[in-house]
């Protein structure tokens, strides 16, 4: 293999070894070169050497009095300043581009997760970084993946069954659904638990295709009735239920207050766990950074 053909980086000293013969220029001494960058002189000896070996020239000369460059060594060093001026440059910018990553957060939730974990997730992230800009889109577990996907969102979380295709996650809490009524609803006065197959038949306020709380009721009764009223949030099918309109299936951790204050009724289903994991999901391969990956960190704590 030519010199030519040798890797660049095989060929050029690195940064650590031209910092410590710009700091033997200006100090005069290699002791001191080495106090300044933190190494012990023995170890600054040898990156000295290697740095000789590899470009074939003598550096600096040693003596008793202190270390004085070669004019070899005069001349590497005035390029390895230009070098040491352009890493900085190259370290000024990148630093750059994470402060702009890391001033704002732009999070896509499902609904439940969206209106009863987040709020306390993101007081906790700002607590920590009041300077981060979080913007939350919600929407059903199916838009979440798509606003991932187009990156339009740093991180998302969805409640359904499956994880979306494309998509790495981890698990950020477990959740159980409830089947709910209004005080008024004959299911309300049941002495026994609910059939599945009654549920199955029975016309449900629901969420719409593709939210994660529909897709587990339909898996674990094998089907649904056509849906008594379809509505585009969990506030508002649980405002239906409250009012009377009719018998829905809600996360629990939605319905807690009005189940405690008999605004609804849980109405207990034979031989049905409605049971699912609450997911944190981000693009295949690439592992949330900066702000997103602090959020993800705190819904783990």
Known sequence: MSEREVPLAHRVPDLGALELLLAVARLGSLGAAARELGITQPAASSRLRSMERQLGVALVDRSPRGSRLTDAGALV?????RVVEAAEAFDAGARALRDRRDSRLRVAASMTIAEYLLPGWLLALHAGRPGTAVSLLAGNSARVAELLLAGEADLGFVEGLTVP????????ARDRLVVVTAPTH???RRSRPLDPGE????PLILRERGSGTRQVLHAALGGLARPLIELSSTT???????????????SELAVGEELATRRLVGIPV????????????????HRPTGPA???????RS
């Open 293 to 299: 990956r602090e959020l993800l960190a705190l819904t």
């Open 186 to 188: 004959p299911w309300a």
């Open 165 to 172: 295709p494309a998509l790495d996650s981890a698990v950020v």
């Open 77 to 81: 060093t005035d390029w390895a300043r």
């Open 236 to 250: 508002a099918v649980k405002a239906a239920a409250v009012g009377g309109a009719g018998p829905s299936v809600l």
């Open 199 to 202: 549920l199955a038949a029975t």
């Open 270 to 285: 034979a031989g049905l766990a409605l049971r699912r994991e609450l997911r944190a999901v981000w693009p295949t391969g």
